[in-house]
């Protein structure tokens, strides 16, 4: 780094003053991003932000958890590929390698008129562009008789944090020969094909532990991501363990029973000895609160991610309406760059450069048997626009599924390097 | 003293813009500050440290060994899926401009 002398100094005060050109910023005070929530989208934001100003932009990170468990991998973790340890990560990489301000607080609500959050302690941050990234929130509703209580007996697991422990003890736990119900979320949600990688990794679970166990997949839909891939693989290492049934096939889960353990539909009533239950999902309370959704999601400017609401305001990931990218951690992580990149060009007149995103979903469906699908992506005025795409073929070759598999680990410890340090 | 001085600055800086010159015929459109920006896309699943189990490094390249690698997934001549995905939609201006930054990256 060039030594900056008293001279050269003032240069780039008086440089970087009329550059920006903000009244309500006093002399010499740096412009402001405040960042909600640090996962997959607001981790990378404030990390690149951060970076690529080089001190020329002051940003916060507001994140309620001091450590990041990531829903990514937490099926491998299901399946005894991973241990738990080995999904969670922490700040310090941010604060110490970029100087992101962390604080580990909850943001309790937004004030876009005077540019301001409040944090959970009742202080407030001002900013002068504010990322929300806050993932979802579950609508424990939408399945009758599934609450806030229920998900300790009926796990959804669709955050991170302890949730899918608590799944996993209770697959690891089920009797011997007994039936596992899992009902997935209807769409959209968070991660296509997670369910499906998760029921694959139960059955794995139980075909090392529990071979005569059964696993009931009650869906409220009539098709689901990667579907032939999944099928075929579960009928080649899961013979007879798994039943998949159509919403059309069972007409609807018309109620659950938490004591009972019953899931009632037209078809039949499903007894489990062991469930779990992904209710449906929207954006993050906080995306709300701050007045930038639309319903359940938030639209945004697809060129920018800027809300449609506030141009101020830049929503990401799970949260977003980002039509045609699925809700991942990849897509997130995309997605941040492109704000980042544009929220530095409006803060610090830096080039902006035309948008691209991208997204690739690994699953893993068996030992060494990895599964992919993904896609490039452009801005169109109305819509993030898919413009390639490619997917696994059914009866690939084992040494291809094994490449795929080793991929997704490179890319697990890619993308969180690319988050956290 | 002087004059010795600037004459020998000339040549050096003779010597210093003739290699300019060379790189940049050799990487036509290459930009640093945007090969730098497109990398963003790269770091998802290459990290620096090339630990990553199933994904190399990419850092540290030289410039024609990386535009060979790029060019044999975008002719489809080298086989993956993903990596003909993310070369296809680079133009000659990206590659060298990747080029130039990642070679200059460890
Ligand atoms: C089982 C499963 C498997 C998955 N597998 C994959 C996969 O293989 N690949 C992939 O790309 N994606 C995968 N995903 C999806 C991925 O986890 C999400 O899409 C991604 O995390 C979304 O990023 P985000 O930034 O929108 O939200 P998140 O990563 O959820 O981050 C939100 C953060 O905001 C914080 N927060 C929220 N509100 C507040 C507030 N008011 N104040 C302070 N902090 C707040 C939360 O604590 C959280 O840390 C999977 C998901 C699941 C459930």
Redesign the pocket.
Known sequence: MAKITRRSFVGIMAASTTALSMPSIAFGALPRVVV?????????AAKYIAKDSKGAVDVTL????KR?Y??????LYLGDFRNYGSIGHNYYGLAVNHGVNMVH????SVNSAEKKVYL?SGATVSYDKLVI????DLKFNSVNGYSPEAQSIMPH????GTQ?QLLKNQVKGMKKGGTFVMVPPPNPY??P???Y??ISMIAHQFKKTNPTAKIVVLDPKNKFSKQSLFMEGWQKHYPGMIEWISADTHGGIKKINTSTMEFETDLDTFKADAASVIPAQQA???AMNAGVNKGDWCPIVPASMQSQADENIYV?????IAKSMP???????SQ?KVAANHIRGSLTGSKVFTPRFA?????LVATNDGIKVGANYDAKPDKINKTSGFISKTGEDSNLRKATYEE?IG??SG?TSDMFS | MKSKFVFFSIIILLLFSNKILADDKALAGADFEYGQHLSGECVTCHNSTGLGQGIPKITGMKTAVFIKKILAYKTKEKDNAVMQMVADRLGEEEINSLALYLSKTK
Do not use: H, M
């Open positions: 909600i929530g640090g996962g997959a989208g607001g981790a990378t507001v994140e309620a958890s990041y990531t829903c990514f991998f937490s099926n607080e909850w943001a309790s959970g990234s806050p993932g979802i697991a669709w955050k991170s899918v968070r991660c094909p997670g369910p990688e998760r993050g309370r906080i990401l990931g799970d949260a977003s809700k991942s951690g990849f897509s997130a992580n941040a997204n690739t979903c690994w699953s997704s890319w697990y993308i």
